[in-house]
């Protein structure tokens, strides 16, 4: 199993550019999370969905951000415009549904300068 | 108030001891308990679950006090290789899962 993917691994763009961070669960998996890690705050949920469809978004700090899940392999959350604090790494995890445990894909540095 | 929270370290201690962290939750409807290890640079990874009766496994003892409010991570026998980060997780109804910021550990030859 190939476990959940992220891309791009690394995104370094400036301030006020549209970042589009992607990821894809683990096949058979119903719920994908995102979070955002940084060194103040640890980890904060984001948002997640449930059968590709939204089911919390309260988390998402501001209508700068928007994330999607057009289908059951694949997610998008989007940053426009970017700003220098939303430097952190991204991370997208999914779970089954007769299980706790959440698998995390290996991030996405994004710096904003 | 954090809903979750942690001593963020670091612990540094000599391979071969023993080492305790503690995480307290703020939530008294909290559900379900969980530590996640995280390497550097690198995704967290659930390392073990926290059931009401404590539980072991290998080095590794969980423990959970629901009066007090916290839950507690106990490695034995450190390991070079037990050098990583140590993140609470704390689980209420549904799919709100509360990420400790994290302890760290490492572990010194």
């Known amino acids: 199993d190939a476990g959940v993917i992220q891309s791009p691994r690394h995104e370094v763009t400036e301030m006020g550019q549209e970042v589009t961070l992607r990821c894809k669960p683990i096949?058979?998996?119903?719920?994908l999370f995102w979070y955002r890690q940084t060194m103040m705050r640890g980890l904060e949920l984001l948002i997640y969905?449930?059968?590709?469809?939204?089911?919390?978004d309260s988390g998402m700090p501001e209508d700068r951000f928007s994330a999607k899940m057009p289908n059951a392999s694949f997610s998008t959350l989007k940053i426009q415009p970017s700003e220098p604090r939303d430097s952190a790494v991204y991370f997208c995890a999914s779970r089954s549904n007769t299980g706790h445990e959440q698998f995390f894909g290996p991030g996405t540095r994004l710096t904003v300068l | 108030r954090k809903e979750v929270e942690q001593d963020p370290g670091p612990f540094n201690v000599p391979e071969g001891a023993t080492v305790a962290f503690n995480c307290t939750y703020s939530n008294s409807a909290s559900q379900s308990f969980f530590w996640y290890r995280q390497d550097c640079r690198k995704e967290p990874k659930l390392l073990m679950s926290?059931?009401?009766s404590g539980n072991e496994d290998g080095r590794f003892t969980a423990q959970l006090n629901r009066a007090s409010q916290y839950i507690s991570l106990l490695i034995r026998d450190s390991k070079l290789s037990d050098s990583a980060t140590y993140l609470c997780?704390?689980?209420?109804?549904?799919?709100?899962?509360?990420f400790g910021t994290g302890t760290s550990l490492t572990v010194i030859p």
């Open positions: 926290v059931y009401s």
């Open positions: 096949s058979g998996h119903d719920y």
């Open positions: 969905f449930n059968n590709n469809v939204p089911i919390d």
């Open positions: 997780v704390v689980n209420m109804a549904g799919n709100q899962f509360y």
